[in-house]
T-cell receptor, first 109, second 116 residues
Framework: GQNIDQPTEMTATEGAIVQINCTYQ??????LFWYQQHAGEAPTFLSY??LDGLEEKGRFSSFLSRSKGYSYLLLKELQMKDSASYLC??????????WGAGTKLIIKP | GAVVSQHPSRVICKSGTSVKIECRSL??????MFWYRQFPKQSLMLMAT?????????EQGVEKDKFLINHASLTLSTLTVTSAHPEDSSFYIC????????????FGQGTRLTVV
């Protein structure tokens, strides 16, 4: 079966750095997304990786290793507004999005 | 990015009635629309995939007669929850994709359905 694993919840301090990991086993791979979702709202796009390596976009970076079926989202200089759920999603060989359960990130002052 | 508009954002209905949710792609042609539901503190669960002009493909466990999906044009898909019950109360989200090779699907704002 297809499976995406990410931690259920993480806590970090304002101004610090946090890394949210995602491992996947899917039938084929056509890219990996990270989305941010605040409670009661639709997900918003953060990043897309299809090749190995690190993609940096401001305070957020995303890394992919296809051979290891592994990705992480790195958030720097954490702000209180970064408190949200972070969803990892993989596009499989049929171009379907397979979703992880999300990681709830709690930022403390 | 492309814009997907979902309406209404919130709806409260009585048990036994039907509710229609619209999803529109405003600046691109959506050949494929996805409908998700999300219970509190859970991830998105794909309900069905619809391609313009053809019948929707429902995920296992989703009742096609209860959740009617219409994708009659390249810019509009609708989800109708028929004979709604309190257990249908959930957050429903649509997303739209241009072509199969497109990697990103764009989300609507979501609809919070409460059945009383």
């Amino acid at each position: 079966g297809q499976n995406i694993d990410q931690p259920t919840e993480m806590t970090a301090t304002e101004g610090a750095i946090v890394q949210i990991n995602c491992t996947y086993q899917t039938s084929g791979f056509n890219g990996l997304f990270w989305y941010q979702q605040h409670a009661g709202e639709a997900p918003t796009f953060l990043s897309y990786n299809v090749l190995d390596g690190l993609e940096e976009k401001g305070r957020f970076s995303s890394f992919l290793s296809r051979s290891k079926g592994y990705s992480y989202l790195l958030l720097k200089e954490l702000q209180m507004k970064d408190s949200a759920s972070y969803l990892c999603a993989v596009i499989d060989s049929n171009y379907q999005l397979i979703w992880g359960a999300g990681t709830k990130l709690i930022i403390k002052p | 990015g492309a814009v997907v508009s979902q309406h209404p954002s919130r709806v409260i209905c009585k048990s036994g009635t039907s509710v229609k949710i619209e999803c529109r792609s405003l600046d691109f042609q959506a050949t494929t629309m996805f409908w998700y539901r999300q219970f509190p503190k859970q991830s998105l669960m794909l309900m069905a995939t619809s391609n313009e002009g053809s019948k929707a493909t429902y995920e296992q466990g989703v009742e096609k007669d209860k959740f009617l999906i219409n994708h009659a044009s390249l810019t509009l898909s609708t989800l109708t929850v028929t004979s709604a019950h309190p257990e249908d109360s959930s957050f429903y989200i649509c997303s739209a994709r241009g072509y199969q090779g497109d990697t990103e699907a764009f989300f609507g704002q979501g609809t919070r359905l409460t059945v009383v």
